[in-house]
T-cell receptor
């Protein structure tokens, strides 16, 4: 069974549409992250959350919002999608600050989003 | 600014040894991690160095020199399944700062 799941796995949408990407985890980790990956650019942090009441902007948060509904669920929303948000989106979790002394991150399978 | 530099692509022969270098310039530094990502897959953790020196995990080893802001990942006895992208990432307090990745191409 997957520890970190993402839905949907693929999504094609049109410019201006609102879209939500969902992430769930069964690892019991408090820390959750949303990244986007573009070819040749590595991973860039969009938002991160250390617990349900602690949500923070990352490097590229403009145009995105998040919701931490529970320890296990962290959703990413694009309020009005634009073509340059076409990318591969990953959710990740970490037990850093809990049982782990370093920030080892566990990734979901990713969502490939295309905005036309 | 914050930056990590690693080669975009490295080619090696099956059974050989390959080294992937990473230099970093970041405002904070707690440690250097390495992740592997196969095409179409998610990044998976390989190793972590907080202190200077070599860490060995099976066929993979990772090295760190904090004074030189430099680290490398060493892959030995290369297998075709090692064909993937490899990312270095600096642990900076609350987040990981990622390099752009090195695509490792392995030839038979």
């Amino acid at each position: 069974d997957a520890d970190v799941t993402q839905t949907p796995r693929n999504r094609i949408t049109k410019t201006g549409k609102r879209i939500m990407l969902e992430c769930s985890q069964t690892k019991g980790h408090d820390r959750m992250y949303w990244y986007r990956q573009d070819p040749g650019l590595g991973l860039r942090l969009i938002y991160y959350s250390f617990d349900v009441k602690d949500i923070n902007k990352g490097e590229i948060s403009d145009g995105y919002s998040v919701s931490r509904q529970a320890q296990a669920k962290f959703s990413l929303s694009l309020e009005s999608a634009i073509p340059n948000q076409t990318a591969l989106y990953f959710c990740a979790t970490s037990d850093f600050g809990g049982k782990k002394s370093y920030n080892e991150q566990f990734f979901g399978p990713g969502t490939r989003l295309t905005v036309l | 600014g914050q930056s990590l530099e690693q080669p975009s692509e490295v080619t090696a022969v099956e059974g050989a040894i390959v080294q992937i270098n990473c230099t970093y310039q970041t405002s904070g530094f707690y440690g250097l991690s390495w992740y592997q990502q196969h095409d179409g897959g998610a990044p998976t953790f390989l190793s972590y160095n907080a202190l200077d020196g070599l860490e060995e995990t099976g066929r993979f080893s990772s090295f760190l020199s904090r004074s030189d802001s430099y680290g490398y990942l060493l892959l030995q006895e290369l297998q075709m399944k090692d064909s993937a992208s490899y990312f270095c990432a600096v642990e900076d307090n609350y987040q990981l700062i990622w390099g752009a990745g090195t695509k490792l191409i392995i030839k038979p």
